[in-house]
């Protein structure tokens, strides 16, 4: 199973930062609607951010069998 870490963008300054949150596919079709809490090191805002917007560090592999 792969586990992706996931990264968002800033809404104020535009840039990607890693949420420290990693997962695979099954936690993101689990958590797909949550939305994450995070402290921005690039505005110092707190952003609510949903498992739906962030973006992948890397592949997740669905295996349809």
Request: hydrophobic share 40%; aromatic share 4%.
């Amino acid at each position: 199973m792969t586990v992706a870490c996931l990264l968002f963008t800033c809404p104020n300054t535009n840039r990607k930062m890693p949420t420290g949150v990693e997962m695979d596919v099954q936690g993101l079709r689990a958590h797909w609607k949550s939305t994450l809490k995070l402290d921005c090191p690039h505005c110092a805002d707190v952003h609510e951010v949903c498992v739906r917007d962030v973006y992948l560090n890397g592949a997740v592999v669905i295996s349809i069998d």
